[in-house]
């Protein structure tokens, strides 16, 4: 039970810093229910890294991020 918890747990942190990574931001709060997702989804594919990847890259933030510069029009 406890390694349930703790795999769990690896999965959460390396999912939340795979997102901020890729979304080349912090993560703020409302982005804790897409992490929980992703991790649970993986979780069916026993939390292969490729799996964890494409969570991240197939979700709504990562999808809706706007490019470095855009907010000021560059």
Sequence with gaps: KLRNRSVSAINDRLTEKLMTFAMGRGLEHYDMPTVRRIVADAK??????????MGVAESVPYRMRSAPGAAQGE
């Design 44 to 53: 069916r594919e026993d939390y292969s890294f490729a799996s964890l990847v």
